[in-house]
């Protein structure tokens, strides 16, 4: 029986693989790996067949020891912890047959000029292709978010000698309920929204005029997918691995700028604050509301997938996120105990909706 270990299983990302995996293939034995039993009950609650074992990224030698005894690897967890990623790579490589790492990186890997120049809100032209740009995308400079890792993850079948075949599923800014045992939500769109609504007003990064791409989770989990199937085939089956097995997943995309003022007009449109206008915010301004905000809303970050299309016939097919920041704005409104038309309740008009702390 083919076997499979996870990293990230009550994650955002890796819950909504795991959901996509394991109810598309349920004869493949699991193991999932859990920090605590909390974490581990909540995985078990949704799939008694998962094996489970205690540890976190630091756990070194049982990360090595799990990838040892696993086929396939999905690696879901934090796409930056070098130290993770060489003891999976050392475990697949102590197999004797063929095994098969699928790592999460981001595309934020994609921001490094701004990093570079300190640039935030400004508009960038270039964009990355993971099919004709396949070169240019697997070696950007070593200073960009990720990059160290990314480069273990794409090295792996020569370091392993050819045991280990790789491939770098890169995410865009992501959105979208999840399907995992557990965090079902995301973080860029939805802290703006929180960030919106716990200020009374909306806010862009300087201009506000630069762009990312967007992927729903939940069409991202069908990449993952592809993977595990051409993994599961002889041969690795369709898909492109090792150092040309980079996978960009997005849907389409936008300006911050437009989101940033689109939740604002949601938001006003809900009666959750009183105005749709928004301050345009600096670096510090925004890492104030957020840890890195400048980052997450400032910067540019502009890919094409293609190599998904190509070899899978992969065709996004979930909402847009546009359509869907009126729920985004109303589950960080629950989140924060707001309700509908809590705006002009505080600010004195005659309301009938009220803080939903104030009810029972």
């Not at 701004?114 to 400004?122: M, N, W």
């Not at 997943?249 to 749709?276: H, P, R």
């Not at 997450?296 to 909402?319: D, E, I, M, V, Y």
Request: glycine share 8%.
């Amino acid at each position: 029986m083919t076997k499979l270990f996870i990293t990230g299983a009550t994650g955002y990302i890796g819950g909504d693989a795991l959901y996509t995996v394991a109810n598309t293939y349920p004869d493949l034995e699991i193991t999932a790996l859990v920090r605590n039993s909390d974490k581990g009950a909540k995985v078990a609650s949704q799939y008694a067949k998962i094996r489970l074992v205690y540890g976190n990224l630091d756990s070194s030698d049982l990360l090595t020891k799990e990838s040892a005894a696993a086929d396939i690897v999905l690696h879901c967890a934090d796409c930056d912890h070098l130290g993770a990623a060489e003891a999976i790579v050392a475990g697949l490589a102590q197999s004797q047959n063929k095994s098969y790492l699928i790592h999460t990186s981001g595309t934020g890997v994609l921001s490094f000029q701004d990093f570079e120049e300190g640039t935030y809100g400004v508009a960038r032209e270039k964009e990355y292709n993971d099919w004709d740009g396949i070169g240019e995308v697997t070696s950007i400079p070593d200073t960009a978010l990720h990059r160290n890792v990314d480069k273990i993850v794409l090295a792996a079948n020569k370091t392993s000698g050819g045991t280990v075949h790789s491939a770098i599923v890169c995410p865009p800014c992501i959105y979208g309920p999840g399907r995992g045992p557990d965090n079902k939500r995301s973080v860029q769109v939805y802290e703006m929204a929180r960030a919106t609504l716990e200020r009374h007003k909306g806010f862009v990064i300087e201009e506000g005029v630069n762009r990312w791409t967007e992927s729903h989770v939940q069409d991202l989990s069908e990449i993952y997918l592809a993977l595990v199937t051409a993994a599961l085939s002889p041969d690795g089956g369709k898909a492109t691995w090792d150092d040309k097995g980079y996978y960009f997943t997005e849907s389409g995309a936008f300006s911050w700028g437009e989101i940033g003022q689109k939740i604002a007009k949601v938001a006003l449109d809900k009666k959750l604050i009183n105005s749709a206008e928004v301050d345009h915010l600096s670096k510090d301004e925004a890492d104030k509301l957020l840890p890195w905000g400048s980052y997450l809303w400032g910067t540019n970050s502009r890919c094409k997938a293609s190599r998904a299309n190509k070899l899978f016939g992969w065709t996004p097919k979930q909402t847009s996120l546009v359509d869907l920041l009126p729920e985004i704005v109303e589950e960080e409104a629950r989140k924060l105990k707001l309700k509908l038309g809590h705006a002009a309740y505080a600010a004195g008009e005659n309301n009938p909706y009220i803080p939903a702390q104030n009810e029972e």
